[in-house]
Structures are given as structure tokens and as C-alpha cells.
């Protein structure tokens, strides 16, 4: 007889955050028996917490969810699965969470609860026997309870087939164990102060398909009962070449009823330009030839690899019938070429106007909740003129705190600004230049660079003077507080870019083992410049390597000899262009985007590349 047990991801409730996660996990990973419902117990908490503000979600199949039904005891939350599942199909794992569990004011929360959970099928009856098959667990109540901030294989597309690095982050956790797919512990970490971000870094040799270590890893973050759970990615990929690879596998079941599914396919818009929560962000538009029952408006997906992507959604409250569904998280058509950032806490920031239209010039930024999908507008200071085809990243201001940093960009008439401005969230900042040569420019490269010492700068190069203006080909960097030009090789000259037409430009800072650990031979890959040159409109691809970083001397290394992929034949006749261009998980990530007419684009696919064992 099939056993089913409720494994804790997240078990305990703090004052600072209220939410717990569970997973619940069948002794026999091939059961087909069909699932229809999840009631999840939690009774003994029935006039403690505020059942108003609690959010049940699962993630993955899609379900929808009732706190507190009719005819069901108070404490009770009931999900529907849209179609039926089972544990086969579910890969053995169905996680739930409960978010914003708080108490009602003048109560109090016991230190622990117990959680039961049952599930049932199609005619509403418990499936197995209910309680016999069925192993519960315990909510526990703490000040303060052990986080996972961070937790990945860095990378997994790696040219190195056999050692991996691990790398996480924990707070509050006096014991950090980490398992194999198998279950075996493959290294512990006992922390000298909880109370302090514990971070971890080492390198695992992995054993041959089938043996010990094998991915996914589990890091199980302790103190005492209380636990909270993380895990990697399951497969490693080794590419063997730092040939560019289309990735245009955006697709997703989506149940219609109880018995059927219908796969939807999306295509990518744009990137997001930051990772967050260790993942690569996108936005995305779902194929017009195929049928579906979402809506046709922008959505953000993400991916913990680059290879396995997911749908972004948040719960929503129907307050007409009560029940919470997850809702995909949408945006406005007209955001879609904004640059985009993660910035703040759990927020999408469109900044300015669009990347490639010069029609849509703008000096305000959008923010979208990630939570809610609520969207706010905040106003930027008179003196920061509209603009478009400017360069967003996020950076540190003077006192250490990231900011939203705006760079150059062109006006509504096409000209050329040179200002550069941040915002720390609730005010703006005109940065000075200092340079009175300091160019004025629009569509061209920016990036952040992170050095072996963890010193970060501000890059930008390449670009037009003006929109249809004569190209530039220089490079600057942002150190010290200040604007300084990039060198060559032996400081003899400014290092600047090739003769060819430079068509499009980007940069990103890609993670490698070349450049965090230390190299007596001086040769750190620092950064990869993606580039679309000549009237062909090829895809380049450089190293930008330190060679005197003291005094800012650097060279090309160019990536040769490698197949470059084919953009869309309506490039061909098109000569505006935007790359945004990401380092993540050991790769480079570039989306081309052509403008064709007023509110019209052409976009490439996702193209990545590996480029340096």
C-alpha cells in the first residue's frame, strides 16, 4: 500500500517572515492514482491566525485553492487541481505554501502545530487510508528561523565535465548539510554565528552517471527542529564549444479539465538585465497559432539554469467565490522594450523609454509587484529629460546601496544626452560626469563588472552619437567615483573597438573559474562584448581581458572559429537595433531586437554561449 508524508521545505514562522512551505512525497514515485484534491489541516490553529490574510499556493500542477469551505472545519484549506495529477506525473513531489500564517491581534501563537494533509480523489474520497498511509509534520514558532538566501550549482553549463562549485547562502542556520540526489551527505558546515550571513563555496568532484554525488543537491539550512530547504538544479550540461545555441523551448502544460492539457508556446520579447533569486528573468508572448486559455498580454518567466524555464505567478483572492488562483503575471505592451531591473523587494522596474523606439522617450519608471502584479509610477526630476535608448544597470551608490543607474540615451528628437542619473528608490541623483569630453551617445553597451576582489565598475561602449548618427567605437569605465577611459594592452592608446560598422553593441559579466580565483598569469576574463557588426550583421563575440587592471589596461581576445547563429532574415533591411546581453550560470545570454516601423520590432531568439572552460 502506497505511504504518503509531508516533507518540511520551510517549517517554521518568525516575526519577520510568516511563511511555510511543505511537499508531499508518496513512497512509490510511479503511482498513476489520480488526485483531485489537497486538504491541508491546520485546525489546531483555527482562532489563532488571521485566515483573511493567509495565501496557499502550489506552484506546479496548477491548482486553485479555498481557505476555510463551507462544511469543512474551521483551519481547513482545500485545493482543487484544475486537471487531475499524480505522483508520477508530479515527478513525486507536490509543494505547497502557506504564506502570511500571522496571528489575529492579542492572540498567541503556540511554539508549534501540527499539519495534516489528505488527499482525495475525483468523487471527494480519501485516497489510501486515511490516517494509517499518511505521515504528518509540525509548524514551529520562532523569533527568528533559518533562511536559505542562495543555493546553486555555479554553474551548470560548465565545459568542465566532472568538478563542480557549489555555492550558498544562509541566515540564522547553526547547521548546513548538504545531501545528494540519493540522500547521501556530501559535505556539513557547522556555523560559528547563526546570526550572520553564512556563506559557502567549494568545489565537488562528481562520480560517474548513477554514483555518489550526483545532482540535484539538497541544502538543509538547521537550528534545532527548525529547517528550511533549497536544491540545485538537477542536471549539469557540457557544451562542447563555445558555439552559440538557440534556446526557444518556452513551453508549458495547461490543463483545460479534468482529463485534458493543452501545451502552450511562448516566445522571448526581451530579458530582464539582473538575475534575482538565482534566476535569469525574461518576458515573453505567447505564440499566436496556438490555442490557450490565457491572455495575450506580455508575461515574465524565469529559470534557474537557462534551460528549464517557468511561468511567474502570484495568488490572487476572487473575493466573489473566495478562491485563490494563480494568476500569471502580465505587463503592458508598451513596457516590453523599457530596460528592466530587479531592484527593491519584489519589484520589476521599467526604466525610461523604449530601447529601440524612438518614439516612446520617457522619464518615469513602471514598477510591477512580482506578488500582486500591481503597477506604480514614479515621476523623475524635471532636469532628467524623456528618453530612449539609454543604458540601465544596478549599482552601488557612494554609500554601498544599490541604485538604479540611467545612462545617456537620446531625446524625442533624436539627439544625443550624456547625463548620467540614479535612484536609490525614493530619490533621484544627478551624477557628474566630470569629463568634459564625455560623450553623448544612445544604443550602446552597459554593463557591471565584478573584479577577483569583488570591487565592482560600471562599462559602457559602442553606440551612436545620436539616433541614425555616426557610430562610436570607445570604451569607458565608472571606478572610484569616477569616469575614466579604457586602455589598450600596454596604455599606449584608448582601447576602443574594431573599424567595422558597429550595428548593435553589449555587455555582460560572465562568472568563470577565470576570474574568482586568483591568477598570477594575469589573464582574467573579465568580460564578453557581444556585437553585431558590418552591413551582414554578424554576431561577434570578445573577451575584454585585464591586463594592468591598476591602471586600466585591457585587451581583446576575440572568440574565433565558432558558429555564430543566424539572425531572422528581416535584419537584413533593418538598421536599428538593441542587444541585451546577461551573464548567468557560467554563459552569455543575448536577445536582438530590430526596429521595424512605429510600436513594431522584430526580436531573435535566445541565443547562449559558453565561452571558456
Not at 489510501?128 to 551548470?156: E, M, Q
Not at 541604485?403 to 528628437?413: P, S
Amino acid at each position: 500500500m502506497d505511504k504518503y508524508s509531508l516533507k518540511a521545505i520551510d517549517n517554521t514562522i518568525s516575526d519577520t517572515n510568516a511563511d511555510v512551505s511543505f511537499a508531499i512525497v508518496c513512497s512509490n514515485p510511479d503511482s498513476t492514482t489520480q488526485i483531485k484534491y489537497l486538504e491541508v489541516d491546520l485546525q489546531s490553529l483555527a482562532n489563532i491566525v488571521d485566515w483573511d490574510r493567509i495565501r496557499p499556493v502550489i506552484t506546479s500542477p496548477a491548482a486553485n485553492c479555498i481557505v476555510n469551505p463551507t462544511g469543512s472545519p474551521k483551519g481547513t484549506i482545500r485545493f482543487t487541481f484544475i486537471a487531475q495529477t499524480n505522483f508520477k506525473a508530479c515527478k513525486n513531489w507536490i509543494q505547497f505554501k502557506i504564506a502570511s500564517v500571522q496571528k489575529i491581534q492579542g492572540q498567541q501563537l503556540p511554539p508549534s502545530a501540527p499539519i495534516l494533509f489528505k488527499l482525495k480523489n475525483v468523487s471527494d474520497k480519501p485516497i489510501g487510508n486515511y490516517p494509517d498511509d499518511y505521515a504528518f509534520s509540525t509548524i514551529l514558532v520562532a523569533a527568528k528561523k533559518p533562511i536559505i538566501r542562495s543555493c546553486r550549482i555555479n554553474p551548470s553549463i560548465t565545459r568542465e565535465s566532472t568538478d563542480i562549485t557549489i555555492t550558498y547562502e544562509t541566515l540564522n542556520a547553526s547547521i548546513c548539510e548538504l545531501k545528494d540526489k540519493s540522500g547521501q551527505i556530501v559535505n556539513t558546515q557547522t556555523v560559528a554565528d547563526k546570526t550572520k550571513p553564512f556563506r559557502f563555496s567549494g568545489k565537488i568532484h562528481l562520480g560517474s552517471v548513477g554514483t555518489f554525488p550526483a545532482p540535484p543537491f539538497y541544502l538543509h539550512a538547521r537550528d534545532g527542529a527548525m529547517e528550511a530547504q533549497d536544491n540545485t538544479v538537477a542536471d549539469i550540461k557540457v557544451p562542447a564549444s563555445p558555439d552559440w545555441i538557440v534556446m526557444d523551448n518556452f513551453s508549458r502544460s495547461v490543463p483545460v479539465n479534468d482529463d485534458k492539457y493543452i501545451t502552450e508556446q511562448s516566445t522571448v520579447l526581451d530579458l530582464v538585465q539582473n538575475e534575482a533569486d538565482d534566476m535569469i528573468w525574461a518576458i515573453m508572448q505567447k505564440k499566436a497559432d496556438l490555442p490557450s486559455a490565457t491572455t495575450g498580454l506580455p508575461c515574465i518567466w524565469k529559470s534557474p539554469d537557462g534551460l528549464n524555464w517557468m511561468l511567474h505567478t502570484y495568488s490572487a483572492l476572487d473575493s466573489k467565490d473566495n478562491v485563490i488562483s494563480p494568476v500569471e503575471l502580465t505587463i503592458p505592451l508598451e513596457l516590453v522594450h523599457c530596460p528592466c531591473v530587479h531592484f527593491g523587494a519584489e519589484e520589476l522596474f521599467f526604466v525610461g523609454g523604449s530601447k529601440v523606439d524612438i518614439n516612446l522617450c520617457r522619464n518615469t519608471i513602471t514598477a510591477v509587484n512580482l506578488n500582486t502584479g500591481g503597477i506604480r509610477h514614479i515621476s523623475a526630476p524635471d532636469a532628467m529629460k524623456p528618453r530612449a535608448m539609454h543604458a540601465c544597470i544596478i549599482y552601488p551608490d557612494p554609500q554601498g546601496n544599490n541604485n538604479i543607474w540611467v545612462i545617456g540615451g537620446a531625446d524625442k528628437n533624436g539627439n544625443g544626452l550624456n547625463d548620467v542619473w540614479r535612484f536609490d528608490g525614493i530619490n533621484w541623483t544627478a551624477v557628474p560626469t566630470g569629463h568634459t569630453d564625455f560623450p553623448k551617445r544612445c544604443q550602446f553597451a552597459a554593463t557591471v563588472q565584478t573584479d577577483i576582489k569583488g570591487a565592482q565598475s560600471i562599462w559602457i561602449g559602442g553606440g551612436a552619437a545620436r539616433y541614425n548618427g555616426s557610430t562610436l567605437n570607445d570604451l569607458w569605465m565608472y571606478k572610484g567615483n569616477s569616469w575614466i577611459k579604457v586602455r589598450n594592452g600596454n596604455g599606449t592608446a584608448d582601447l576602443n573597438y574594431g573599424d567595422d560598422w558597429l550595428t548593435a553593441a553589449s555587455m555582460c559579466y560572465v562568472r568563470t573559474a577565470k576570474n574568482t580565483n586568483p591568477d598570477p598569469s594575469n589573464t582574467y576574463r573579465y568580460m564578453l562584448s557581444n556585437d553585431i557588426t558590418g552591413d551582414k550583421k554578424q554576431l561577434q563575440c570578445s573577451w575584454i581581458v585585464g591586463v594592468d587592471t591598476g591602471n586600466n589596461y585591457y585587451k581583446w581576445i576575440p572568440l574565433a572559429g565558432i558558429n555564430k547563429p543566424e539572425l531572422p532574415p528581416i535584419f537584413d533591411n533593418l538598421r536599428s537595433f538593441a542587444m541585451t546581453s546577461i551573464g548567468f550560470n557560467g554563459c552569455a545570454w543575448t536577445v536582438v531586437i530590430a526596429y521595424i516601423t512605429k510600436g513594431h520590432t522584430a526580436v531573435s531568439s535566445l541565443y547562449y554561449s559558453c565561452p571558456i572552460p
